[in-house]
């Protein structure tokens, strides 16, 4: 297993675009979280998946993020009309859903809003 | 609502020298407790956790910390650095109930100087 894959890795795009982010989980596990980091800041959490459902979203920082896990495999995170503030790091992790289990990292997908 | 402060934004140490890396928490419930680490444009890597039981955690790389529930700390530690432990530290927590939906402190960045 190869972990968490997160594609792509750096997003360059103009304000006003959308974007869309992809995250494969490791194949087992059945959580799947999103997180945002901004420079200099702890990553913060946006929203979770157990399998497909998604079982919170009231972090999501606005009505133009939106996330799917329509197969409850990979995930995908859109964000609509992009800020300059969107500007982040955005971490998807994933764990076996165990209330004990560890959660796994990807590298990442960082986005830069011009 | 949990919350996480990391008191120390830097920290730089000499090669072979120990470090320690302060963690305050607050939270109304019972929490799982981590620390994770950061290389540049790189995901994040767990070093330790605590669930319950012994206070005193080891992790990965000869890091390790102590949990004190009477002065909700979680202080990192390791006696003796390399220049390979150059990155960003975070500290975060979890509600018990809630698997792994982390908040993080702000970070910790660690310089190791030869």
């Known amino acids: 297993d190869t972990g968490v894959s997160q594609d792509p890795r750096h997003k360059i795009t103009k304000r006003g675009q959308n974007v869309t982010f992809r995250c494969d989980p490791i194949?087992?596990?059945?959580?799947l979280y999103w997180y945002r980091q901004t420079l200099g800041q702890g990553p913060e959490f946006l929203t979770y998946?157990?399998?497909?459902?998604?079982?919170?979203k009231s972090r999501l920082l606005s009505d133009r993020f939106s996330a799917e896990r329509p197969k409850g495999s990979f995930s995908t995170l859109e964000i609509q009309r992009t800020e300059q503030g969107d500007s982040a790091m955005y971490l998807c992790?994933?764990?076996?859903?165990?209330?004990?289990?560890?959660?796994?990292f990807g590298q990442g997908t960082r986005l830069t809003v011009v | 609502a949990q919350s996480v402060t990391q008191l120390d934004s830097q920290v730089p140490v000499f090669e072979e020298a120990p470090v320690e890396l302060r963690c305050n928490y607050s939270?109304?419930?019972?929490?799982?407790l981590f620390w994770y680490v950061q290389y540049p444009n790189q995901g994040l890597q767990l070093l330790l956790k605590?669930?319950?039981?012994?206070?005193l955690v080891k992790g990965i790389n000869g890091f390790e910390a102590e949990f004190n529930k009477s002065q909700t700390s979680f202080h990192l530690r390791k006696p003796s650095v390399h220049i390979s432990d150059t990155a960003e530290y975070f500290c975060?927590?979890?509600?018990?109930?809630?698997?792994?939906?982390?908040?993080f402190g702000g970070g910790t960045r660690v310089l190791v100087k030869p």
């Open positions: 605590y669930l319950s039981g012994s206070t």
């Open positions: 992790a994933s764990s076996t859903g165990t209330q004990r289990s560890e959660a796994f």
């Open positions: 998946f157990q399998n497909e459902a998604q079982l919170e």
């Open positions: 194949s087992e596990h059945n959580r």
């Open positions: 939270s109304s419930v019972s929490v799982y």
């Open positions: 975060a927590v979890t509600p018990a109930a809630a698997g792994n939906k982390l908040t």
